[in-house]
């Protein structure tokens, strides 16, 4: 492979070009588009190995836009995508490139849309045509899609096209275009099919291969929350409330269903959060992803299919709810994130039964993903005081106060007992009421939330706990260092075990005994056993009949009894 030319200007491209890359603020060629773009301008075949958000929609855009003749309004390229939506977005990419190229145009085409409007923008004329298979096998039949002048064809994400069922009509679609053009095919994986496929319709590509570890990944900071103790909706939103740079958000599950349920109950915290999934009609979906664009909302609840290939720069996290089924799911989910040069996020919820699947995918793409320890509620209650006096120091400087502070006057004066502070002091009172200020106003189902069905079932344990407790053993003890304030911190602020639940923590020399309600679910208890204290995992397990009558007895009596103290901070 060639060596990493350092600008766009070394490759060869045009001044018109050039300029439009430097207005969208692409400083360096990306590894791809350096191997690409001199190999595509020079009119060979390629095959292009590279995992998704490499930057391949401008590898071969670029190229294809240099060489097409703008006088003549017929279509010269043709690329196909997997999806509607990557469709477009690889339509909005040209259009982006070519904005110094007067007299352009573009037309993405997609099952789903009315034929009659493809037609009116096929008839216009189009130098450059984007489609999904079907659609332009259609439009091929129907005679609506000249394709006799074309020069260029690129199967853009062909593993996807693949998987998707779609690799006969790509066959079918090489079988219907001049022979005389150059073909690119792009694929993050190579499977059999895909390289008959490339061995049958490519000329002598070129070969290029991008290694995976160049790829997006390491623009994104990966993190896994080991699902424990609290509910996956509380733990979203506890996240959701206090991480740094949270700009917009992507949040995958398994289901269409839990694509709706989602964002409702997002929405009812106060969220601006929609749904995206595939029952919901295309302009619905186009206007879903424009809102997330500008900012209209901030969260967007979607399933695999339906957010596949969005580029939207402001989505700085990419949360995954449900963990996905394989690893590919993965690497396309969280490519939604970290784009145009910015650092991304992505977080996944991993359920015991599950850690294997996420070693998987950090053995798959060769980068370890970190734990995350769930803000405690403490660090909740410190960001929302932070945000609190931030938005009051606002005020004052922009706002005209003087009505109301005539009327803060005029209550020092009436109520002789109350001073200005105190005042102040209320109305913050009042203020905090529907968002708490402080860490134990804050439960853990939130406020606005009215019916019991999202409560899960470990949090109906430790909430609703009035009966009887029993001991359990936790692998901490005195010599490491623990204070029970420790211990009732993990339990409480991160596994979201309600206070009154915990009963008395014993602690002994290199273990320690606590109380906790009998009849945990085996499902909490495993949650709960991957807890850490002084970066000692618990390994909670309920103390053995045996054990209990004698050992703890006497344990207790001779052992020191601390009494529970009160919650505390236990931010590590
Ligand atoms: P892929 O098709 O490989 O998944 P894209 O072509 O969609 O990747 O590009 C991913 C993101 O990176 C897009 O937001 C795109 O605008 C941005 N991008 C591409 N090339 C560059 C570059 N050279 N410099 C900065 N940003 C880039
Ligand atoms: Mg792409």
Not at 311 to 318: A, E
């Amino acid at each position: 492979m060639m060596s990493s030319p350092s600008s766009f200007a070394d490759l060869g491209l045009s001044p018109e070009l050039l300029a439009a890359l430097s207005d969208l603020g692409y400083e360096t060629p990306s590894p791809i588009q350096a191997a690409c773009i001199p190999r595509l301008l020079s009119g060979c075949d390629l095959l292009g190995m590279a995992q998704t958000g490499t930057g391949k929609t401008a590898a071969f855009a670029l190229p294809i836009l240099q060489r097409i003749d703008i006088r003549k309004r017929l279509p010269q390229a043709l690329i196909l995508a997997p999806t509607r939506e990557l469709a477009i977005q690889v339509a909005e990419s040209c259009q982006s490139y070519a904005r110094h190229l007067p007299g352009f145009h573009v037309a993405p085409i997609y099952g789903g849309q009315s034929m009659g409007l493809q037609l009116k923008q096929l008839g216009r004329g189009v130098h450059v045509v984007i489609g999904t298979p079907g659609r332009v096998m259609d439009h091929i039949e129907r005679k609506s899609l000249d394709l006799s002048n074309l020069t260029t064809l690129v199967l853009d994400e062909a593993d996807e096209m693949l998987r998707m069922g779609f690799i006969d009509d790509v066959e079918w679609i090489l079988q219907h275009v001049p022979a005389t053009r150059q073909t690119a095919l792009f694929s993050a994986t190579m499977p059999e099919p895909i390289r008959r496929v490339a061995q049958r319709y490519l000329n002598d590509p070129e070969e290029v291969k991008i290694k995976s570890t160049t790829a997006t990944v390491t623009a994104i900071r990966q993190r896994y929350w080991q699902v424990s103790g609290l509910h996956k909706l509380d733990a979203l939103t506890r996240i959701l409330e206090v991480e740094d740079n949270l700009d917009a958000a992507i949040i995958f599950v398994r289901t269409k269903t839990a694509t709706a349920e989602l964002a409702e109950k997002l929405e009812a915290r106060g969220y601006g959060a929609a749904a995206l999934n595939g029952d919901m009609n295309q302009v619905l979906r186009e206007r879903t992803i424009d809102q997330l664009k500008n900012g209209g909302i901030d969260i967007v609840v979607a399933t695999d299919v339906a957010a596949r290939g969005i580029d939207v720069p402001r989505i700085s996290h990419v949360i995954n709810y449900d963990i996905p089924n394989d690893t590919e799911a993965y690497v396309h989910r969280i490519g939604r994130t970290g784009r145009a040069g910015r650092q991304g996020n992505a977080i996944l919820f991993v359920a015991p039964r599950e850690i294997r699947t996420l070693r998987a995918i950090e053995r798959a793409t060769r980068q370890p993903i970190e734990p995350l320890v769930l803000p405690s509620k403490q660090a909740v209650a410190d960001r929302r005081v932070a945000q609190f006096k931030e938005q009051i120091m606002q005020v004052i400087e922009s706002e005209d106060l003087d009505f109301f502070a005539e009327i803060v006057d005029e209550l020092a004066e009436e109520s002789s007992e109350s001073d200005a502070r105190e005042i102040a002091a209320a109305l913050a009172f009042l203020v905090q009421q529907e968002r708490p200020l402080r860490a134990d106003g804050l439960s853990d189902v939130a406020p606005r939330e009215s019916g019991g069905a999202s409560r899960g079932r470990h949090q109906e344990e430790a909430r609703d706990y009035r009966g009887a407790l029993q001991p359990y053993r936790i692998d901490v003890g005195r010599v490491h260092g623990v204070a029970p304030g420790d211990i009732v911190g993990a339990l409480a602020n991160e596994a979201g075990i309600n206070n009154r639940a915990i009963g008395r923590i014993t602690l002994l020399d290199d273990y320690s005994i606590v109380e906790l309600p009998t009849g945990l679910s085996k499902e909490t208890l495993n949650a709960l056993s991957f807890l850490r204290v002084r970066q000692r995992p618990l390994k909670l397990t309920p103390l053995a009949q045996r054990e209990r009558q004698s050992k703890y007895e006497q344990d207790r009596r001779g052992g020191s009894n601390d009494k529970k103290p009160r919650k505390r901070k236990t931010e590590k």
